[in-house]
Nanobody, 126 residues
């Protein structure tokens, strides 16, 4: 079955950086768009970033544009989220997700994703 395993979360002070990783197995990784989402306590899950299967397209939430960078290594079946200039409002559980439809244009709605990781906590203190 499909498994997505995130790592790299932790606690950091405002202005700091973290790099999240998500290792995928059980699917032909290079054919699928991959997304990052986050959920803060008491809030709904929100879109963060997405990358197309061929790396040609990337989209970001306005709140992270210019600070976060999504990338992927199809030889390692891994997607990354580099997070710079972190703010306290970035505190959340970050989850990666795989679109189960191969070669589809990247989507930003969580319901378009079929597979999810367990999430990794990111805490940013002021």
């Amino acid at each position: 079955q499909v498994q997505l395993v995130e790592s790299g979360g932790g606690s950091v002070q405002a202005g700091g950086s973290l790099r999240l990783s998500c290792a995928a197995s059980g699917l032909t990784f290079s054919r699928h768009a991959m997304g990052w989402f986050r959920q803060a306590p008491g809030k709904e899950r929100e879109f963060v970033a997405v990358i197309s299967w061929d790396i040609a397209r990337k989209e970001y939430a306005d709140s992270v544009q210019g600070r976060f960078t999504i990338s992927r290594d199809n030889t390692k079946n891994t997607v990354y989220l580099q997070m710079n200039s972190l703010k306290p409002e970035d505190t959340a559980v970050y989850s990666c997700a795989a679109d189960g439809n191969p070669y589809r244009i990247p989507r930003i709605r969580s319901y378009d994703y079929d597979y999810w990781g367990q999430g990794t906590q990111v805490t940013v203190s002021s």
